[in-house]
Structures are given as structure tokens and as C-alpha cells.
């Protein structure tokens, strides 16, 4: 082979491989969530959940409220985990994955902008818990 067919040789992989990544790239583009599917979280480690829903002070629903909660458990709750979530267009979220046995309860807190709520939950009481939190500045 002379080098005018090695460079001929050496463009066309170069242009094969840009349409092969371009197609992947198409292929692998997110579709548009749903603005009324409700986010969800899973933490792994056992069989609870919690649902919420997030409010403002006139209880209509915040969109985009993060969520979050601190879990420390195991042998002497040396393991640790932290999840958030975010809210939907209807201000619903949820965890699932949640162990159903610890030593201190789970204390959620949500936020969006200026405005804060909390809510404690001991999972060994409430597997399948529902809160609603308004949030306040």
C-alpha cells in the first residue's frame, strides 16, 4: 500500500467511527420526563417506603422541592446513606428502599428556594409512611 491509500484508509475509519458515535449518541438521548410521574428513589437496604407531598403555605404544590434524608444503619449504624429527590409538577416524591429497623428515626428534610420543612419518621412504626410537608420561610 502507498501512503494515499493509507490516508484514504485512515479517513474513512475516522468518518465511520463519527457516524457510528452519532448514531449511538441519537439512539441514547433521554425522552422528556413525565411531569406527572412521581420521582422515586430507592435506598436498597430494606422494605419501607415514604411517600410525600410538598406544599406551600396555601397548599398548593411546589414543583422541584429537593428532599433529603440522612440514614445511618447496620452493626453500630456504621453504614451511611444519603438520598434526595425532587418533587413533581403535583409536589409528589418518594423513598423507597427504606430499612424498616433503626436506632434514631429518620428525619426528612425538604427544601425549594427560601422555603424549609421537616418531618420525622421511626420506619419500625411506619413501613409505608405519607407525609405532607408545607414548606415556610
Do not use: W
Not at 422494605?47 to 410538598?54: K, M, V
Not at 428525619?107 to 418531618?119: D, L, N, T
Amino acid at each position: 500500500m502507498n501512503k494515499n491509500d493509507l490516508r484514504t484508509n485512515f479517513l474513512i475509519l475516522t468518518l465511520l467511527s463519527f457516524t457510528l458515535c452519532l448514531a449511538a449518541f441519537s439512539q441514547t438521548s433521554p425522552s422528556p420526563a413525565d411531569p406527572k410521574s412521581i420521582p422515586e428513589i430507592d435506598g436498597a437496604i430494606g422494605s419501607c417506603s415514604a411517600d410525600f407531598t410538598i406544599t406551600d403555605s396555601a397548599s398548593a404544590p411546589i414543583y422541584n422541592a429537593k428532599i433529603n434524608v440522612h440514614i445511618a444503619y447496620g452493626f453500630g449504624s456504621f453504614h451511611k446513606l444519603d438520598l434526595e429527590v425532587s418533587t413533581n409538577a403535583d409536589g409528589k416524591a418518594r423513598f423507597t428502599g427504606l430499612p424498616n429497623r433503626l436506632k434514631r428515626p429518620l428525619s426528612f428534610h425538604a427544601s425549594e428556594g427560601g422555603r424549609e420543612g421537616e418531618v420525622i419518621d421511626d420506619p419500625e412504626k411506619t413501613c409505608k409512611a405519607q407525609f405532607t410537608i408545607a414548606l415556610s420561610k
